[in-house]
């Protein structure tokens, strides 16, 4: 039914619905590694329940989905670890027109066009990596935002992950833990061959993988890392979401070859095409393009939402499956 045709108490009953049962699914999917249903039913259930929050606020509740950062952080048996600077999740858009919306957004917000750093959005999970003196000391998964999973130790076994750094720098910075695809597929034959389960995604393979008591078993999934945010850009003494990059692939972190600065939004296109192309070639999963202001000035002028940075957007990929079907209905009518 449309929004505006819903009365006070259908529009009640249908948020209290959405609420409980995208925890369920968010429950599944963070906690123990293995969703319910699809992504892209997730998200349309999310975006229906926003619209219906925005246009009945009076029924949003502390502890709705959107107004949380999903993940998980109590059940893994693994440490906490609680941080200082929440870690955050990303609002999305599905079309060029939302993106337009975002873009007239931040450009109020600022009072000028700004630029913006466009990067892929990689298929796995947030991790956030502790270096004292240029020595990994500690990493930790997202959890709720405030407080996530010790995962130290199962970090140290990954190859791309450097132990120390060429200089003694004090810095946390953040990224993405993945399984790469190949991995991902052997990862499941073996699981099958061995009567389990096998993983829905890569980024469910990369989570349980990583969430494992015992750190041998993670060594044993090959995941990889790329690295793409610091909450303390002075620090690594830069201004700009581009330079950090280019900072941290000094410092050997691993980064990833793709990002672009574009001078205003309506030279994301080429990107978007070229991307959406050559994604199913690259040897990871991307869920999408993210679009970040370059530089740290506007971000801290724009600032952050409870749940998602103000500064960035996730533009998102329709879901393959869905692409393979609407290939298949033109070669076939
Ligand atoms: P998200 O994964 O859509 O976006 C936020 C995350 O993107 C960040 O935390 C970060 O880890 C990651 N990211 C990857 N590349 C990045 C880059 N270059 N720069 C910055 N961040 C980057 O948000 P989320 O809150 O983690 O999860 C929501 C997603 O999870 C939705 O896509 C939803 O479909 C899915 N989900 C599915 C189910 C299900 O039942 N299928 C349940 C819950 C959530």
Redesign the pocket.
């Known amino acids: 039914i449309d929004i505006k045709d819903l009365t006070t108490e259908q529009a009640k009953k249908e948020i209290q619905t959405l609420q409980d049962r995208l925890t369920d ?2 429950i ?3 906690e123990k590694d293995a ?5 892209h039913v ?2 349309e259930q999310y975006a229906r329940l926003q619209a219906l929050e925005q246009a009945f606020p009076q029924f949003i509740s502390q502890d709705s989905p959107t107004q949380n ?2 993940g998980a952080q109590t059940k893994s048996g693994l440490p906490k670890v609680q941080h200082p600077v929440p870690m955050l ?2 609002g ?1 858009v599905f079309s060029l027109e939302e993106l337009q919306e975002w873009e007239d957004r931040t450009k109020k917000a600022l009072g000028f066009q700004p630029k913006y750093n466009l ?4 298929d796995g ?2 991790i956030n990596l502790k270096y004292e003196q240029g020595k990994l000391v500690q990493a930790s998964t ?1 959890g709720n935002g405030l407080v996530g999973e010790d995962v130290t130790a199962n970090v140290m076994t990954i190859k791309d992950v450097p132990k120390t750094l060429p200089e003694a720098v004090t810095v946390e910075v953040r990224g ?1 833990i993945y399984m790469p695809k190949a991995s991902f597929a052997k990862l499941n034959e073996e699981r099958e061959a061995e009567g389990q389960e096998p993983f829905a995604n890569p980024r469910n393979a990369a989570a349980g993988s990583l969430r494992q008591l015992d750190a041998r078993e993670t060594k044993k999934r090959n995941l990889s890392a790329f690295i ?2 610091t909450a303390e850009p002075d620090q690594l003494g830069v201004t700009t979401q581009a330079g950090l990059l280019d900072r941290f692939r000094e410092l050997g972190l691993p980064t990833n070859p793709d990002n672009r600065v574009i001078d205003k939004m309506s030279e994301v296109g080429p990107y978007l095409e070229e991307y959406t192309a050559k994604r199913e070639g690259l040897p990871y999963g991307i869920d999408g393009v ?1 679009v970040k202001v370059n530089n740290f000035d506007d971000e801290i002028d724009l600032g952050n939402t409870v749940k998602v940075p103000r500064w ?1 957007i ?1 533009y998102k990929f329709p879901p393959e499956e869905a692409e393979t079907v609407v290939r298949d209905i033109e070669w076939t009518v």
């Open positions: 699914y968010g599944a999917y963070y969703p319910l249903v699809e992504d997730y998200d950062v999903g999740s990303l999305d990067e892929l959005k990689i999970l947030a997202r993405e793409y945010y993210v960035a996730a």
